[in-house]
Structure formats: C-alpha cells, structure tokens
C-alpha cells in the first residue's frame, strides 16, 4: 500500500509573500528617495539621520501599540549588537563608501548576490532545506536582477582601476545584510521581531553618528537648508524604507526562513527602474520587462508547494 504526503504551503503564508513584497517594493523606492537627498547631505549624515528617524518611529510605534518589552540577556544584548553592527553600521559604510568608487548600478548587481548567500549560509550553517525549486528560483532571480541593472546601465561594467576597491566594499553589504538575516532567527523567537529591530537599529543608529561625529560630518547648517521634498525623503527612508521594512522582513524571516525570504530582495532593483521610469522619467526596455519577469518567476519557483512521496509497506 502506498500513501502520498503532501508537503504544501499553508494558506497563511500568502500574506507573508505579500509582506515581502511589499517590503521590497518599499526598498526599491529608497533609491529613488536617496537620490533627492544626494546633493543636500553627505552619505554618512544622510544614514545617520535615516536611522534616527527609524528610531523615533520605532519607540513611537511600540508606545502607542503597548506592545510588551523583554529585558534582554547579556547574551541576547551581544547578539544585537551583532545585528547593529553589521545590518546598519557596517552595511551603510560599505554602501556609501563603495560608491565613491563605483556608480549605483555596478553596485546593485553585487547587491542582486544577497539571496543567493543567504540560501548558501543557510543551507551551510542551520541546515536549512535547499532543494533543487529553490536552487534553480534563486538562480533566475539572480539572473532577472541582471538583466534589469545591465539594461538600465548598459556601460556598469567599464569601471576605472580603483573599482575593485568599490567592488569589495559593496560585497561586504552582502555580507554584512547575510549576517542581518541569518543571527536574527533565535532572538526573532525569544524577543519577537518588533524588539529585534527597534535593538539592533537603536545600536547601529548610536554606531552611525559617533562615526559622524569623530569624522566632523555633523553639519546643522546642511540639516537646517533640507527642503520639503528632501525632508519628505529623509522620512520615507527612516520611517518606511528602515523602520516598517526591517520589521516586516524579520516577520518574514520568523515565519518562513531566511531563504525563501531573501529571495523577495530580487524585486528591489525591479521597483527602482518602474520607480524611476514613473517619477524620473528613466526609460523602461524590454529588456528590463524581461528581467521582471524572470524575477517573479524566481520568486515563485522558490516559494512554491512542494510534494513529497513517501512509501510506507504495509
């Protein structure tokens, strides 16, 4: 006799995809934004105001929700500032830093790496299932993430002879965002995901301005000149892009592992081109078209029912 186990998504992780990509849609827009900010402040104020802002909204959010705070142990209180130090402090030095080197879309075909390190991390240190759906999905997201950067910017690849510099200091956002995903899945479940970023973003914020401060790049006078649509940026970065984002990501991650997770960060690079194309006038190829679609399969691919058969002899 044979009996066949099927092995499916619940119906209760749609709204967690629908989160993710919500998430992502929202990341992708925060290149659009930075661009408003880039002549009004430089890139190490510009964090460290972006993250302020995710703070204030982060400790209003859990006033006004009452939501309950665990008092973490000292081995929770390390774990955090593990996560405060490489998913904002290091990761915003690598980034901004790298791109004195390299322009953005060179950079964001190193970043497209991220769920595909997450999945190898994964599978490497937590032994988390990495079957042939997600393997081939990670690969054609990576593979749609491409071919929407190099059609936005058919000339990324010609770089001058410092560019290895800016090609290392974005691989180590890739890093620095892998380490982010993955050390969060022990306090995601003991602290909950609300606890973890406010945290780890509080930490990274205080990391962020006491390097502003050594390097003398608080300037009030830059601050006080921001215009409207600059301060508006500075919001949809703080509030939106860091605050909101990183709480339904790790959400994301508690529910349904760090690698079907990560797989949703391949829409960043598609949002920013429609983002661009809708509110900067950028043109939008077929090419790019294409990549889109290559990406939502990818996505789709990694995150579908899988169906196992098991035979059992009776």
Same mark, same amino acid.
């Given at each position: 006799?044979?009996?066949?186990?099927?092995?499916?998504?619940?119906?209760?992780?749609?709204?967690?995809? /629908?989160?993710? #990509? $919500?998430?992502?849609?929202?990341? %992708?827009?925060?290149?659009?934004? =930075?661009?408003? !900010?880039?002549? &009004?402040?430089?890139?190490?104020?510009?964090?460290?105001?972006?993250?302020?802002?995710?703070?204030?909204?982060?400790?209003?959010?859990?006033?006004?929700?009452?939501?309950?705070?665990?008092?973490?142990?000292?081995?929770?209180?390390?774990?955090?500032?593990?996560?405060?130090?490489?998913?904002?402090?290091?990761?915003?030095?690598?980034?901004?830093?790298?791109?004195?080197?390299?322009?953005?879309?060179?950079?964001?075909?190193?970043?497209?790496?991220?769920?595909?390190?997450?999945?190898?991390?994964?599978?490497?240190?937590?032994?988390?299932?990495?079957?042939?759906?997600?393997?081939?999905?990670?690969?054609?997201?990576?593979?749609?993430?491409?071919?929407?950067?190099?059609?936005?910017?058919?000339? /990324?690849?010609? #770089? $001058?002879?410092?560019?290895?510099? %800016?090609?290392?200091?974005?691989? =180590?956002?890739? !890093?620095?965002? &892998?380490?982010?995903?993955?050390?969060?899945?022990?306090?995601?479940?003991?602290?909950?995901?609300?606890?973890?970023?406010?945290?780890?973003?509080?930490?990274?914020?205080?990391?962020?301005?006491?390097?502003?401060?050594?390097?003398?790049?608080?300037?009030?006078?830059?601050?006080?000149?921001?215009?409207?649509?600059?301060?508006?940026?500075?919001?949809?970065?703080?509030?939106?892009?860091?605050?909101?984002?990183?709480?339904?990501?790790?959400?994301?991650?508690?529910?349904?592992?760090?690698?079907?997770?990560?797989?949703?960060?391949?829409?960043?690079?598609?949002?920013?081109?429609?983002?661009?194309?809708?509110?900067?006038?950028?043109?939008?190829?077929?090419?790019?078209?294409?990549?889109?679609? /290559?990406?939502? #399969? $990818?996505?789709?691919?990694?995150?579908?029912?899988?169906?196992?058969?098991?035979?059992?002899?009776?």
């Amino acid at each position: 006799m044979t009996i066949c186990e099927q092995t499916l998504s619940k119906p209760s992780d749609v709204p967690v995809y /629908l989160k993710l #990509a $919500g998430v992502s849609m929202v990341w %992708g827009g925060t290149f659009v934004a =930075g661009r408003f !900010l880039a002549d &009004g402040l430089s890139p190490l104020l510009a964090a460290s105001l972006r993250f302020l802002l995710a703070s204030v909204a982060l400790l209003l959010f859990i006033h006004m929700a009452r939501i309950p705070l665990l008092r973490p142990s000292a081995r929770q209180w390390l774990q955090l500032v593990l996560l405060g130090f490489f998913g904002i402090f290091f990761y915003n030095l690598c980034f901004f830093y790298g791109l004195h080197y390299i322009n953005a879309s060179r950079a964001s075909l190193i970043v497209a790496l991220n769920p595909a390190v997450i999945g190898l991390a994964s599978w490497l240190l937590f032994k988390e299932r990495l079957n042939r759906a997600k393997v081939a999905g990670i690969s054609i997201c990576m593979a749609g993430a491409s071919m929407v950067i190099v059609s936005r910017n058919p000339q /990324l690849l010609a #770089a $001058g002879t410092d560019a290895w510099i %800016g090609d290392l200091l974005i691989f =180590g956002c890739v !890093l620095g965002w &892998g380490v982010y995903s993955l050390c969060s899945r022990e306090l995601n479940q003991t602290l909950g995901p609300v606890q973890t970023v406010t945290c780890s973003i509080l930490l990274g914020t205080v990391m962020l301005w006491m390097t502003c401060l050594v390097r003398g790049e608080v300037s009030v006078s830059a601050i006080a000149h921001l215009d409207a649509q600059q301060w508006l940026s500075l919001l949809y970065l703080g509030v939106l892009g860091s605050a909101l984002a990183y709480i339904g990501y790790y959400d994301g991650i508690r529910t349904i592992g760090a690698t079907r997770s990560g797989v949703f960060i391949a829409l960043n690079p598609l949002t920013a081109v429609i983002l661009g194309a809708l509110l900067l006038d950028e043109p939008l190829t077929l090419a790019m078209c294409l990549g889109g679609g /290559l990406i939502l #399969a $990818g996505i789709f691919l990694c995150n579908k029912p899988l169906a196992r058969v098991r035979k059992k002899g009776i």
